[in-house]
């Protein structure tokens, strides 16, 4: 793998942390938003001044700018499957920082999703793992 597709890797790792991280922020600052009382505009009030939806949009909104820059350095065929490892960080983050129970059907689902990203991030390994092989 050459040194640029590693750089993009560890971007698309931040990216990934970060639009996860936000996702997670979001969720818990919306279900705080279910204990507002009063009609519509209080409600919206209370959505955009909740810091942890503040903070889930700034990240949200890192991950935007690090998958530009991926995108510049790199193909989406490449890129686009690397945001799928959000589902796996994603599950992670719903059980450990929002306290959700997340079955064990959810897990597999995020583990099949995350082993295709390595197999389509190892889809131009097939020289090496041709050489790997030979005898």
Known sequence: MTA???KVLAIMLC???AVSIGEAMLSRGMKQSNALAGGWWPQARGIVTNGHVLLGVLFMAVFFGLYMLALKRADLSFVLPLTALSYLFGALLAKLYLGE??????WVGALVITLG???VGL???GPLLHKLHKP
């Open 123 to 125: 889809g131009d390994a």
């Open 117 to 119: 990203v390595v197999i």
């Open 15 to 17: 990216a990934v942390l």
């Open 101 to 106: 129970a997340v079955t064990p059907v959810r």
């Open 4 to 6: 640029e597709r590693m």
